[in-house]
């Protein structure tokens, strides 16, 4: 289903008439195991099955390794079927998010802790080097219509591992982590998370899920997110632009030079 995944992400509309422009294209996406319906989620095409395991492994739900994920047997377009064993839960719960709000209401700093190890220690990394992390990722679907929002995974070094654009900020980290988990490389130690706004307590939750020890922002934090990166020892960095950043918690990770 992935194929070109650029290729969906924007389309041709007209404004004030007959000027040509090109929007972000968002769709509903189903998550299913089988025949159970787990989810829709508003995103923009691309990278359909990350976004999937990335979601069900940063609610808690994956309960073993993923064996296969795709589009049913009939390709129906906008469906993707995981399959991997699940927790108990999974079947009796039903999701509905947005592009703009993931799954709300659900956050509780001990319902996190159940899926979520402290942080473990390090990497230590200099606060210019952080400050700089938003000017390195790539967004070619923002730079066409400003509307998709990124998330970057890096290393300890600065060095982009992979970045994944969507209209809503929450399908873009589901997405790095996705990609991530099947690759066999979570949880994500050593590693940085960078998102291209504001930090808030679902993008938290997930990278903690994920096992990623530093989280940047290009905006702001709200209070839970920086409640919750503390809870969980993680470094959480917001307003990182013209080489400045914020460090709200964990700032034993940030060297100053």
């Keep these: ?22 929007v972000a294209v968002e769709e509903p996406l189903e998550i299913r195991a089988g025949d159970t319906a ?38 129906a377009a906008n469906v993707v079927v995981v399959d991997a064993p699940l927790q108990a839960v999974a079947r009796e719960r039903r999701f509905y998010t947005t592009s703009s709000c993931g799954i709300c209401g659900r956050g509780a700093l001990d ?52 970045v994944r654009e969507d209209v809503g900020r929450h399908n873009a980290m589901d997405k790095v982590i996705g990609r991530a988990l099947l ?16 930090l808030s307590f679902e993008l938290v939750q997930k990278a903690a899920v994920a096992g990623c020890p530093i989280l940047v922002g290009v905006g702001a934090p709200s209070s839970l997110a920086v409640e919750l990166a503390a809870d969980r020892g993680m470094t959480l960095c917001g307003f990182a632009r013209r080489g400045c950043v914020n460090v709200y918690t964990g700032g034993g990770r940030v060297r100053d030079l």
Excluded: K, W
């Excluded at 389309?11 to 422009?21: I, Q």
């Excluded at 190890?117 to 070619?140: C, I």
């Excluded at 690759?183 to 504001?198: I, K, Y």
């Design 38 to 75: 787990l989810a829709v989620t508003m995103r923009t095409p691309g990278h359909d099955e990350e976004l999937a395991v990335g979601f069900l492994h940063g609610e808690g739900l994956l309960a073993g390794p993923v064996a296969a994920v795709g589009p049913t047997a009939d390709l």
């Design 1 to 22: 289903m992935a194929g070109d995944a650029t290729a969906r992400m924007h389309a041709p509309v007209l404004r004030d008439g007959d000027v040509a422009d090109r």
């Design 183 to 198: 690759d066999g490389g979570l949880p994500l130690a050593g590693r940085v998370l960078c998102v291209s706004g504001r």
């Design 111 to 162: 319902e996190v802790a159940v899926h979520a190890a402290p942080a473990p220690p390090g990497p230590v990394l200099d606060r210019a080097l952080l400050a700089a992390l938003p000017d390195r990722l790539r967004q070619p679907g923002f730079a066409v219509t400003g509307g998709l929002h990124a998330t970057g995974l890096f290393d300890a070094a600065g060095e982009l591992l992979c």
